[in-house]
C-alpha cells in the first residue's frame, strides 16, 4: 500500500475507536430512577402524579354512568336495572352468587349458608319483606360499599346482632354485580311466586309427575 493510504486508512481506525468509545446525548441523558428524587420539583419526588382527568389506553375510568357504576340515578337508590337482564345474565349471576355469595347467604338465600352453621353470624333472608321490597340500587350499595347496622334506618338490631356485610366490589366487575342482583331477585321469586306468575302456556308443566334420577331421589 502506499503511504499516504496507510495514513488515511489509521486515522479512520483510530477515529472509529474514539467513536465508540464515546459515549452519546441518548446514553448519558438525565432522567430519574424509578421513584428516586429529582431536585427540580418542590417536593424532591421524581414520580409526578397524572395531571388530572387522565384516562390510562383501553380503561373506562371516567365511569361517569351513575346506574352502572354506582347504582344511582337522579341522587337516589336506582330503581331499575342498568341493562335489560337476559337468561345468560341470570346464568352469570347464578355462578357469581354461589362462588361469593352462598357461603353466607346459602343457595336459597335464607342466610343459613355453610359457614354459618359453623359460627359465622347470620345475614338477614333475602326473603324478609324489606329485602324483598328493597330496590336494585340498594343491592348494589351494599355491594360496592358494604354495610354496618348504623346505615340501616328504621332497623332495629340487637346489641349482639353485629350484622356486617364486606364490600365485594374489587372482586366484581360493574355487570357481574347487577347479574348477582338479578339472581338474587330470581331467587326471591322463586320463594314467594304464585300460580298466577307462571306463563300460560307452562302451567301445564307444574301438573306433571316429578321424574327419579338414577340414585332414586326425585328431582
Not at 441518548?26 to 419526588?45: C, H, I, R, S, Y
Not at 402524579?49 to 361517569?64: C, H, S, Y
Not at 361469593?100 to 338465600?109: D, E, I, R, T, Y
Not at 342482583?181 to 308443566?205: F, H, W
Request: aromatic share 8%; with cysteine; hydrophobic share 35%.
Amino acid at each position: 500500500m502506499r503511504p499516504g493510504a496507510i495514513v488515511i486508512a489509521s486515522s479512520l481506525l483510530v477515529c472509529g475507536a474514539i467513536i465508540g468509545c464515546e459515549r452519546d446525548d441518548m446514553w448519558e441523558q438525565p432522567k430519574t430512577a424509578v421513584l428516586g428524587t429529582n431536585e427540580f420539583f418542590d417536593n424532591d419526588q421524581g414520580a409526578r402524579m397524572p395531571v388530572k382527568g387522565t384516562v390510562a389506553r383501553g380503561a373506562d375510568n371516567l365511569q361517569e354512568d351513575d346506574l352502572l357504576y354506582r347504582g344511582m340515578e337522579n341522587g337516589k337508590l336506582a330503581e331499575r336495572f342498568p341493562f335489560e337482564i337476559t337468561e345468560n345474565d341470570l346464568n352469570a349471576g347464578h355462578d357469581k352468587y354461589d362462588a361469593f355469595c352462598s357461603p353466607c347467604h346459602a343457595k336459597s338465600g335464607d342466610g343459613m349458608g355453610m359457614i354459618v352453621q359453623r359460627g359465622y353470624k347470620q345475614p338477614f333472608s333475602f326473603h324478609i319483606d324489606r329485602l324483598r321490597n328493597a330496590t336494585p340500587g340498594y343491592f348494589y350499595s351494599v355491594l360496592i360499599r358494604g354495610l354496618r347496622p348504623t346505615q340501616l334506618p328504621g332497623v332495629k338490631f340487637e346489641p349482639d346482632d353485629d350484622k356486617v356485610h364486606p364490600a365485594v366490589a374489587h372482586k366484581l366487575s360493574p355487570v357481574e354485580r347487577w347479574q348477582i342482583i338479578a339472581y338474587i331477585r330470581a331467587l326471591q321469586l322463586s320463594q314467594n311466586a304464585t300460580i298466577e306468575d307462571v306463563p300460560m302456556e307452562q302451567r301445564g308443566e307444574l301438573d306433571k309427575p316429578k321424574t327419579e334420577g338414577s340414585n332414586g331421589e326425585s328431582h
